[in-house]
């Protein structure tokens, strides 16, 4: 008796340390996986911060280059203020790649093709104050619809 006893002792314990450790090992993975998911998460953040603020300072410069060119501003400062707009231009491709990569929802990404459009269209305004203002709004309006699109985003996945 005392033999079938003692083997029961060792068959529960030995289950009791599988159960244990299977229960331990799921909640290394959900803590993992949460983990992870947080960090894409933030990924996804920083990419929608990083391209709107690129797009954002790439909107101030084309503001500033054209606003010079309509007031008639020196060969030397416009080539000074074409050299700035191309360089935040090329700030742009970096987060606008990352976040076509790590956001596949389709009213982000239009909102942020649109905004990218709209900002680089400012260049087709350098005709008068009036309309390069006027691109300069519908820019800043497309910037506000793709930040809003990207918070509704985050609403519905987090």
């Known amino acids: 008796m005392e033999l079938v006893v003692a083997v ?3 068959v529960g314990t030995l289950l009791g340390a ?3 450790g299977k229960l331990q090992e799921r909640s290394a993975g959900r803590t993992e996986s949460a983990a992870r998911g947080e960090q894409v998460r933030r990924d ?3 990419a929608v911060t990083d391209l709107a603020e690129a797009l954002s300072d790439h909107r101030a410069r084309m503001w500033h280059r054209g606003d010079a060119l309509l ?9 000074g203020l074409r ?4 360089e935040s231009r090329s700030r742009i491709t970096r987060p606008l790649v990352t976040l076509r990569v790590l956001i596949t929802d389709p009213a982000v990404r239009a ?6 459009d709209l900002t680089y269209a400012m260049r087709e305004a350098y005709t008068t104050t009036d309309a390069l203002a ?3 709004e519908d820019a800043k309006t497309a910037h506000n619809a ?3 699109a990207a918070a509704a985003f985050f609403d519905r996945t987090a």
Not at 71 to 79: I, M, N, Q, S, V
Not at 83 to 86: E, F, H, I
Not at 111 to 116: E, K, P, S, T
């Open 146 to 148: 793709f930040v809003d």
């Open 111 to 116: 909102a942020a093709d649109r905004m990218v």
């Open 8 to 10: 029961i002792a060792i």
């Open 134 to 136: 006027q691109a300069r």
């Open 44 to 46: 996804r953040l920083a």
């Open 71 to 79: 007031a008639g501003a020196d060969t030397e400062l416009l080539a």
């Open 18 to 20: 599988l159960v244990t």
């Open 83 to 86: 050299a700035q707009t191309q």
